[in-house]
Nanobody, 115 residues
Framework: QVQLVESGGGLVQPGGSLRLSCTAS????????MGWYRQAPGKERELVAA???????NYAASVKGRFTISRDNAKNTLNLQMNSLKPEDTAVYYC?????????WGQGTQVTVSS
C-alpha cells in the first residue's frame, strides 16, 4: 500500500523560506517521476514542481526561480525548497507521482505566507 507523508509546512512571512519533505513507502520510488502539488482554498490542485527519475526538473511559471525540487532515492524522499515566498503560495502542499498520480494522497502540509 502506497503511503506518502508530507512535512515541513508552517507560517512564514512574505520573502521567507520553507523546506518541505515527503517520504514515500510501498512504491518503487526511484523508478517514478515525482512532483509537488498544491491546493489553495477554492482552487483546484495544481502541479508546481516535478522531477524525473533521472533528476530532470520542471516548474510551474508561478514558482520558477523560487522553488527547487530534489529527491533522495536512497531514502525515498522528495524535497521542495521554497524561497522568496509570496502570499499567493499559501496552500496545502502534497507530493505524488507525476504520471498517473496515486489515488490515495497524503494528508499534505499547510504552508501559510502572511505578515
Amino acid at each position: 500500500q502506497v503511503q506518502l507523508v508530507e512535512s515541513g509546512g508552517g507560517l512564514v512571512q512574505p520573502g521567507g523560506s520553507l523546506r518541505l519533505s515527503c517520504t514515500a513507502s510501498g512504491m518503487l520510488f526511484r523508478f517514478n517521476s515525482m512532483g509537488w502539488y498544491r491546493q489553495a482554498p477554492g482552487k483546484e490542485r495544481e502541479l508546481v514542481a516535478a522531477i524525473s527519475r533521472e533528476g530532470i526538473t520542471n516548474y510551474a511559471a508561478s514558482v520558477k526561480g523560487r522553488f527547487t525540487i530534489s529527491r533522495d532515492n536512497a531514502k525515498n524522499t522528495l524535497n521542495l525548497q521554497m524561497n522568496s515566498l509570496k502570499p499567493e503560495d499559501t496552500a496545502v502542499y502534497y507530493c505524488n507521482r507525476v504520471d498517473l498520480p496515486f489515488a490515495s494522497w497524503g494528508q499534505g502540509t499547510q504552508v501559510t505566507v502572511s505578515s
